[in-house]
């Protein structure tokens, strides 16, 4: 991929600090990534797994943090969010203070260095931020492995791993994640057809750790 300032913790401060002076004017709570069909497809699968509502969640890169409060709607208690951008936990603090969902845990923590106290998760979910992990200017190759050997502290053995990306294929995904992960599912996603060939504007996948 191009580099690109997607790919800076510049760029998500200052958009989460705009998304975060929206709401407190009008309580706008910013953009979902890849819209709520997202939310529900991640949901859906939890449920159709009768994963059970106490299994440890961790959104890596939670952003406004509406998919936890989400997930908390349907059941689930044992959730934590975490972003690399102060300004986006700030952003799903509020968010979270207006849902009444108090015992969603919200920390600001860089993936790429976890804290000690990061691990020992059933569940782990990506919506966007692997992708823009892809596109930072430094090193994203390095950042890349880095990502993975994260993953593979927090996530228990057996555990569940949800990608959502907009940047790679599946076999590209299997690539990256073919150390110490293996595919249990690809998820539907919407199609789109162009100049005679179907294809999907979105990935979604399910992996487990071995």
Known sequence: FSPSVLGTREHWDAAYEREL???QDIGDTGEIWFGEESMVRIIRWLEKHKVPLDSSVL???TGNGVLLVELAKSGYMNLTGIDYSPSAIQ???KVREKEGMSDIKLKVEDFLAPSAELSGFDICIDKGTFDAISLDPSD???KRKL?????CRVLKPEGFF????CNW???ELLNEFREGFEILEELPTPKFCFGGRIGNSVTALVFQRK
């Open 140 to 142: 994203a190759v390095g």
């Open 147 to 151: 990502y993975v050997g994260s993953l």
């Open 21 to 23: 002076q929206t709401f």
């Open 169 to 171: 294929t599946k076999e």
């Open 162 to 165: 949800l990608i959502t990306s």
């Open 91 to 93: 952003l799903s603090e």
């Open 59 to 61: 959104d890596i890169g």
